[in-house]
């Protein structure tokens, strides 16, 4: 009988950056720029990062404009693994809704029950 390794794999989960644009309105899967602007907070994420990581990342311009951030703030960046299902929900008509818009709107018994 063999013996068995254990290997843990670690998630550094890593939301993409600010879509400041639209700070206020609901986007979903459309796909706008975000806000790569703040060079310090990226070079003080790139330096938390583990070295050897792999990167997967959505479709969507976001992710991509952020890891390319993380990049230039320092981060030896991989090859990114783009992987579709990792996309952000269509929202539908909500799209382009600002938030407080569409809690003023949420009048279902569910909602009502929940207090919002």
């Not at 993409?16 to 310090?40: E, K």
């Not at 990342?57 to 693994?81: C, D, K, N």
């Not at 952000?88 to 279902?108: I, M, P, S, V």
Request: one cysteine or more.
């Amino acid at each position: 009988m063999g013996t068995v390794s254990e290997k843990a794999t670690r998630w550094w989960w890593v939301r993409h950056a600010p879509v400041s644009h639209l700070r206020h309105q609901i986007y979903g899967n459309t796909d706008p720029d975000c806000d790569t602007s703040q060079t310090q907070a990226f070079a003080s994420l790139a330096r938390r990062l583990p070295g050897d990581a792999v990167w997967v990342v959505s479709s969507l311009r976001r992710t991509h404009q952020t890891a390319r951030a993380i990049g230039r703030g320092g981060y030896a960046l991989p090859e990114l693994l783009e992987e579709p299902d990792l996309g952000e929900q269509n929202f539908g008509d909500l799209h382009g809704r600002a938030h407080t818009e569409h809690a003023a709107a949420r009048c279902d018994s569910f909602s009502a029950a929940r207090g919002g």
